[in-house]
């Protein structure tokens, strides 16, 4: 911000007290219109402490906080991106897509994801799920720069296809506390962590040493339901964002033994300190307090005919909390938590939906 020269008077220095021209002219006793007083012929403070008193009890004006970004995962396609947006009626500003992690050779380029994808895409920013590792890679050989130079044709191939200054946010080995994935490092495959951790050092440090590698951003994307995340910290100076994934599934319709069919019980388990575990939603969202980094909702969604109350609490929760964004897993891949295709199926939840994140008025 500028430096400010003198002020031409003593009320416009109430820090946002009252910054309007005609108000300031007003309480200092001139007509709306008339100039301020140059200093020389200004009113003595004796005079004005009564009214610089007097504005000190107004009461302060609530600034909104920002709305968190709103993003979307397509299954890597911009049709159901556009879908999406038109059933809502509103663009995103973020679309989530995935690396390849079955060979280096696809792994290595952004470009059929950057251009043939999401070569449409405007103004929506890209965040990239890319793991530290593929299928068939190992920790033990991440740290010893195996596969820095995959890492480094990725990294140049990400920066070629977003031109601009903006942060581009990458989710490295995205639910790494889990062990589904081959990069995962939760349940039977804890012992690796120490090698994660020295992997994703080295990892940082490439991606960040590219032509342009200071606009990458780095999220500690973990999920619900796996292990403890947080001994998988690499540490403050190589994380940039912590981001969380949740899933609600009823229950009845298979989900988790810990989950339940009551939206407002499945959400109060994943906020509340008494919840089923300590890293759920509302823990990860206090250790990213602790660590002074921004939190954000990577991948979120709902399943099922009742869903509107966990939509409408998760609404209050990044509106409640300053969130930075979230995105919705639109997808019927891994999840069925589709919402554009499923009025008719599904009507309480999608109308929840459109109503928390959707243009006003369209329903």
Same mark, same amino acid.
């Given at each position: 911000m500028d430096e400010a020269g003198e002020r031409p008077t003593l009320i416009a220095e109430m820090n946002g007290v009252c910054n309007h021209a005609?108000? +300031?002219?007003?309480?200092?006793?001139?007509?709306?219109?008339? %100039?301020?007083?140059?200093?020389?012929?200004?009113?003595?403070?004796?005079?004005?402490?009564?009214?610089?008193?007097?504005?000190?009890?107004?009461?302060?004006?609530? +600034?909104? =906080?920002? @709305?968190?970004?709103?993003? +979307?995962?397509?299954? /890597?396609?911009?049709?159901?991106?556009?879908?999406?947006?038109? *059933?809502?009626?509103? %663009? +995103?500003?973020?679309?989530?897509?995935?690396?390849?992690? &079955? !060979?280096?050779? /696809?792994?290595?380029?952004?470009?059929?994801?950057?251009?043939t994808v999401y070569g449409e895409r405007g103004d929506r920013r890209l965040v990239y799920d890319v793991p530290i590792i593929i299928q068939g890679a190992s920790y033990a050989e991440a740290k010893t720069g195996a596969y820095d130079d995959h890492w480094r044709c990725l990294a140049e191939s990400i920066v070629a296809n977003n031109p601009g200054g903006y942060d581009i946010v990458i989710r490295p080995s995205h639910e790494m506390n889990g062990e589904w994935f081959a990069w995962g490092v939760g349940g039977s495959k804890q012992e690796q962590i120490p090698d994660f951790i020295a992997s994703w050092r080295r990892f940082h440090g490439v991606f960040r040493g590219v032509k342009g590698g200071e606009r990458f951003r780095f999220s500690f994307s973990t999920s619900e339901g796996a292990s403890d995340p947080r001994p998988m910290w690499p540490g403050d100076e190589y994380v940039d964002i912590v981001g969380h994934d949740l899933y609600w !599934? %009823?229950? =009845?319709?298979?989900? @988790?033994? *810990?989950?339940?069919?009551? %939206?407002?019980?499945? *959400?109060? !388990?994943?906020?509340?300190? &008494?919840?089923?575990? $300590?890293?759920?939603?509302?823990?990860?969202?206090?250790?990213? !307090?602790?660590?002074?980094?921004?939190?954000?909702?990577?991948? *979120?969604?709902?399943?099922?005919?009742?869903?509107?109350?966990?939509? $409408?609490?998760?609404? =209050?929760?990044?509106?409640?909390?300053?969130v930075r964004s979230h995105t919705y897993w639109n997808s019927d891949a891994d999840y069925p938590g589709e919402l554009h295709q499923r009025e008719r199926e599904w009507p309480a939840t999608t109308e929840a939906f459109k109503a928390a994140f959707g243009k006003p008025g369209v329903r």
């Open positions: 005609q108000c +300031v002219a007003t309480f200092a006793g001139s007509e709306i219109g008339t %100039p301020i007083p140059s200093s020389p012929s200004r009113p003595s403070l004796r005079r004005r402490l009564p009214l610089l008193a007097a504005l000190a009890l107004l009461p302060a004006i609530p +600034v909104p =906080a920002a @709305e968190p970004l709103l993003g +979307v995962y397509g299954g /890597n396609s911009m049709q159901r991106v556009l879908d999406f947006e038109a *059933w809502l009626g509103r %663009p +995103v500003d973020v679309i989530l897509c995935t690396v390849d992690y &079955h !060979k280096w050779e /696809n792994y290595r380029y952004a470009d059929w994801l950057s251009q !599934k %009823p229950k =009845a319709m298979g989900g @988790e033994g *810990w989950e339940t069919n009551d %939206p407002l019980e499945a *959400w109060e !388990k994943r906020v509340s300190p &008494h919840g089923y575990n $300590e890293w759920a939603v509302g823990g990860m969202l206090a250790f990213a !307090k602790a660590k002074g980094k921004p939190f954000q909702i990577d991948e *979120w969604g709902v399943w099922g005919l009742n869903g509107g109350r966990f939509v $409408e609490a998760m609404a =209050a929760f990044l509106r409640d909390n300053g």
